[in-house]
């Protein structure tokens, strides 16, 4: 028999940029780990993280990092706890940081992070390639969002009906 995790040390979702499918067309996606002190990694395992206004850059040195990210400062934290918003290096091989550099130069494409979750125990980043939407372009995901659900509540209600009457 396995044995159970507290509540506090499952393996699972921190934190998602809920609006980040809605302005950009995902491309690509990829896991990269992250650089964290331990207090971010405590604050991290409460739960508490936003990643609204984050967005991933390379620098001149072939490194990513993490930037706008919020993770609030652990709350038993002494003075050696960290900044919310300090910049964090990602994790990746060399070779995928130089394809994401070379696909960045090309017009519209950024790379933005997805969500941040345990994986193993450890902190893990879903950054994506994405291309930024025009604004018609996610009025139409909506339509088409809000069609779908209005075809699925039809349906719902007629086979409830047609066991009714059976």
Do not use: C
């Amino acid at each position: 028999m396995a044995k159970q995790k507290p509540a506090g040390q499952r393996d699972g979702l921190i934190a998602q940029n809920k609006k980040a499918r809605h302005d950009y067309a995902i491309e690509d996606e990829l896991e990269a780990g992250i650089v964290l002190t331990g207090t971010e990694v405590k604050s991290l395992r409460e739960g508490r993280a936003s990643l609204s206004e984050s967005f991933v850059s390379i620098d001149r040195r072939g490194e990513m990092w993490l930037e706008g990210a919020n993770i609030p400062e652990y709350l038993n934290g002494t003075w050696n706890n960290h900044a919310p918003k300090r910049k964090r290096k990602l994790l990746l091989h060399a070779a995928q940081i130089e394809k994401l550099a070379r696909q960045t130069q090309a017009k519209g494409y950024t790379v933005i992070p997805l969500s941040l979750y345990f994986k193993d125990g450890r902190v893990k980043v879903k950054i994506a390639l994405a291309r930024g939407k025009k604004e018609y372009d996610k009025r139409q995901a909506l339509r088409e969002e809000q069609d779908k659900r209005e075809a699925l509540r039809v349906m719902r209600y007629r086979n409830k009906v047609a066991r009714g009457i059976q």
